[in-house]
């Protein structure tokens, strides 16, 4: 008979550990790209604040994904704690360029809990990983995409860039 | 029920049939399921973070710690959470233990 810890979870406990380390960071990204939202709308930038709200939304969807899949393996999600998330920033260009930095950071947090999963034999988890490395791949490429916008549009208007953000 | 680990302060037993564990604190014995094992697992690793740690250091030496869905409480100086938590970490690896050699002897 399976010991009662293989009757109750389906996964690896470190693993889960570092699922709800990344529950943490999801909903981190979520609400630091509600701040950039909010820094936007502000400022008049329609575009930018629609699609720093729709990216808010979508990390907190991820979040989602991640705190069900623990808690429907057996394991034990934990709601996570955010604070400190700034609200102060210098420029567009700047916020679009921290926003690929935390994409990149999210990315490399994903494939380290990927690697544990191999080590540890975790296939369930590494399975259900596999849609946000495709997913980050997307995400990365979306925000270098608009930085390449600043570059070719070099010292035009701010709302001349902010018309050509992707409103999907 | 089968003992699964024994520390200074504690010893945690598993019982198969009943599908749940114990845990002896020397003057209680108390029953958990895996949903609150692992709960309590997760308490007591933030109640051992070096920063809980120095808090407690700088106050009082003394914690609180409910579980078990607030049905129990106990009253923890550092030595007794660091015992915890040597106990808890031992505890899951001893069940993760058990379930590799049982993976291997029904390969």
């Known amino acids: ?84 998330i700034s609200h102060e920033y210098a420029s567009l260009k700047e916020i679009f ?55 070719l549009m070099g010292d035009t208007l701010l709302k001349l860039i902010d018309e050509r953000i992707p409103k999907e | 029920m089968e003992q699964l680990f024994a520390s200074k302060y504690y010893t945690s037993y598993q019982d198969v049939k009943a599908r749940c564990f114990y845990l002896d604190c020397e003057y209680k014995i108390v029953k958990l399921s895996f949903c609150q094992l692992l709960n309590l697992r997760n308490k007591v690793k933030q109640l051992s973070s070096p920063e809980h740690i120095e808090y407690m250091l700088n106050h009082s030496d003394v914690t609180l710690l409910t579980f078990c869905d607030k049905e129990h409480i106990l009253i923890l100086d550092t030595l007794q959470i660091l015992d915890l938590k040597e106990l808890i970490q031992a505890t899951f690896a001893i069940m993760e233990l058990e379930t590799s050699i049982h993976t291997m002897i029904s390969d």
């Open chain 1, 1 to 84: 008979m399976e010991s009662i810890a293989r009757q109750q979870i389906s996964i690896n406990l470190e693993v889960m550990d570092m699922l709800n380390q990344q529950v943490v960071k999801e909903q981190h990204a979520s609400s630091v790209y509600l701040a950039m939202a909010s820094w936007c709308d502000q400022r008049g930038l329609i575009n930018s604040a629609a699609f720093f709200y729709r990216q808010s939304m979508e990390e907190r969807e991820h979040m989602m994904r991640i705190f069900k899949f623990i808690n429907d393996c057996g394991g034990s999600a934990y709601a996570p704690k955010i604070s400190d």
């Open chain 1, 97 to 151: 360029e921290l926003a690929l930095q935390q994409e990149i950071a999210i990315t490399k947090s994903i494939y380290k809990i990927v690697a544990l999963c191999r080590k540890t034999n975790d296939f369930a988890s590494e399975n259900f990983l596999q849609w946000f490395v495709k997913e980050q791949l997307e995400e990365e490429q979306v925000m270098r995409d608009i930085l390449d916008i600043f570059d």
